[in-house]
């Protein structure tokens, strides 16, 4: 299990993530340590993790978003056995309780829509065992501070992340990172 996630927050706590291959070199060349592929198939993900992975950055790939995989305890096996990413994201409970048994780092994504969505969030994390929690859209602190305090998770907070102030805002509220496509959020 990777255990360096946290080592490389705290070198950095902004996250790159990745939603368009055209973009994969310049999050490996900014100041992120941790990469979150969002992007890619089955034919072209071990060249990327590799790619990332010779730059000594993490990378984490959201086994929702790869064409090719299915979604399921055998794409996660094949991609654990035969990818090798750092970890994995996920908004699938059944897939983070399995990947304990595989000993792969996994972040649980939650969508925080309404009431319902966040209790619902929020029992499903205390039903799984995941490493962190990524919640989108992150804009919202108090929602932040909440799962922060029920769930004693380390939380990202990802989605509209858009200037120095959202990322402060996030950080005050209890998140460990943040994650964006934004690129200008990645050199802050």
């Known amino acids: 299990m990777d255990t360096n996630f946290f080592k490389r927050l705290e070198m950095n706590p902004i ?3 990745v939603n368009d291959l055209s973009k994969l070199d ?3 060349n900014s100041p992120c340590e941790n990469i979150f592929l969002l992007t890619g198939n089955i034919v072209n993900l071990k060249e990327i993790v590799d790619k990332v992975r ?5 990378i984490y790939i959201h086994l929702d978003l790869i064409d090719g995989i299915s979604k399921d305890n055998w794409g996660l096996e094949y991609i654990a056995k035969n990818i ?3 970890g994995i994201i996920t908004t699938k ?3 983070i309780n399995y990947s304990r048994e595989l000993d792969i780092f996994a972040i649980q994504r939650l969508f925080v829509l309404d009431s319902l969505s966040l209790d619902t969030g929020i029992r ?3 039903n799984t065992e995941s490493n962190a929690v990524e919640i989108l ?3 919202m602190p108090k929602i932040v501070k909440k799962v922060v305090q029920e769930t004693r998770r380390p939380i990202i907070t990802g989605g509209l992340i858009m200037d120095k102030e959202d990322v402060i805002g996030s950080l005050n509220s209890g998140a460990v990172a943040i994650s964006t496509s934004n690129e200008k959020v ?3």
């Open 15 to 17: 996250i790159a993530a």
């Open 26 to 28: 310049n999050a490996i």
């Open 54 to 58: 010779r730059k000594n950055k993490g």
């Open 84 to 86: 090798n990413p750092h």
């Open 93 to 95: 409970s059944s897939l």
């Open 124 to 126: 499903n994390i205390k």
């Open 137 to 139: 859209p992150g804009v």
């Open 186 to 188: 990645w050199y802050m």
